[in-house]
């Protein structure tokens, strides 16, 4: 009986493994053994090459436009740079666009050719080859003369606005350079291209005369966009320069929320000057303001411009004790105290006093320590007829 068991168990074995080898034989059968798959960049330059159905040559065209990957393989350059002529219109916009992508240094010298040739032959591509240069981040001299000749030569709105974007990106304009986009400006009235414009000299200018006159002058349009970019262009190329404040002296008046808080932004970048009249527009914001950003950044400006005057310091001092206001701003205004109170220095070291004392977070008790130390140090008494002759005579005493 048990040999019979035995027996069983070990045919039961042998067929099981022989089961498994039949199952692991098919499979190592069906095993793929022909040759390498073929990249997809390959394929789609086959199909514009060789096939004869347009539709499916735009496909390919479009795929390899919208490849994400860097574009190495020499056919396909090659097929990329040949169908930029195409006779069908959109297969030649697809392949332009696609040499963007392309990686290859062997190729960049005669991609940028082929570029250059076709940017002042074919008019529809114009464009698309400008958004090539700027993927390609090809900023070769012969590129930039180029297209800065085109620049100025065109009077279309949508090649002008793709024309700048490429000089934002890359180019520091010159003196000279600066000088023409000024004049650009003035030329063009389109909003857009003027904002477009300003955007190029807030990257990339350098200060210069004629830049921070327009900022200063567009930095009050009506346009909120456009005098957003100016008050930006201002607080990075205007620091010292006096025109800065003519500018925000007008635009401090505004009703536009986005505007107030981007001259803000202005005046809390500027060196220390004091100006009334700024000053006096901040208190009257702290005193309306409903959102603490613009109430937060008038009380950090008043630091900057502030007068120093009863009416500045008072107001300070009445954020300072707003329980209800928010720490950052109360914290401003303290900072901002050790620098404004020098006309009523008591009564603002008592307030540092008792902030110091009462159960306040420790941020805003260094605050108040750190503008305890601005202010000015406190006068001594007069001492009395009696008090002054007992000094004299003890330092009578002290010399004999």
């Not at 006779?87 to 082929?114: N, P």
């Not at 650009?184 to 990339?204: F, P, Q």
């Amino acid at each position: 009986m048990r040999n019979s068991l035995l027996c069983a168990c070990l045919a039961l074995v042998i067929v099981s493994f022989a089961a498994f080898e039949n199952t692991a034989e098919a499979r190592r059968k069906r095993a793929y053994r022909g040759p390498l798959p073929t990249h997809p960049v390959i394929l789609w330059s086959r199909t514009i090459d060789e096939s004869k159905d347009a539709e499916a040559r735009k496909v390919a065209a479009f795929k390899l436009s919208q490849f994400s990957q860097p574009i190495f393989q020499t056919k396909v350059v090659s097929t990329l740079i040949t169908c930029t002529t195409d006779s069908d219109v959109q297969i030649k916009v697809l392949c332009t666009k696609a040499l963007g992508g392309v990686r290859s240094a062997s190729q960049e010298e005669k991609v940028r050719e082929v570029l250059m040739s076709q940017y002042g032959a074919e008019s529809v591509l114009k464009n698309t080859i400008v958004r090539v240069f700027i993927s390609r981040k090809d900023v070769h001299p012969s590129v930039q003369k180029l297209l800065l000749d085109s620049l100025f030569k065109t009077e279309d709105t949508e090649e002008t606005l793709v024309l700048l974007s490429y000089f934002q990106s890359f180019d520091a304009p010159n003196a000279e350079l600066a000088d023409r986009l000024v004049d650009l400006y003035e030329k063009r009235s389109n909003i857009k291209v003027r904002r477009a414009i300003v955007r190029v000299l807030d990257a990339k200018a350098k200060g210069q005369d004629k830049v921070i006159e327009l900022l200063a002058k567009c930095a009050q349009e009506r346009d909120t966009p456009l005098a957003l970019v100016c008050l930006g262009g201002l607080q990075t190329q205007a620091k010292k320069d006096e025109r800065a404040w003519a500018a925000v002296q007008k635009t401090i008046l505004s009703s536009d929320p986005d505007v107030l808080l981007a001259t803000l932004d202005v005046i809390n970048a500027l060196p220390e000057t004091k100006n009334p009249v700024v000053s006096h527009r901040l208190v009257e914001l702290i005193e309306d303001a409903e959102d603490p950003d613009v109430q937060e950044k008038a009380v950090l400006a008043l630091g900057v411009c502030g007068d120093q005057s009863e009416e500045t310091v008072k107001m300070l001092q009445k954020v300072f004790k707003n329980d209800q206001s928010e720490e950052a701003t109360r914290i401003a205004a303290a900072l901002t105290l050790g620098k404004q109170a020098a006309l009523l220095p008591d009564r603002t070291r008592e307030l540092f006093g008792e902030c110091l004392s009462e159960k306040n977070s420790q941020t805003l008790k260094t605050a108040c320590q750190l503008a305890l130390n601005e202010l000015p140090k406190a006068t001594p008494a007069p001492a009395s007829t009696t008090e002054a002759q007992t000094i004299k005579d003890a330092k009578e005493a002290t010399t004999n």
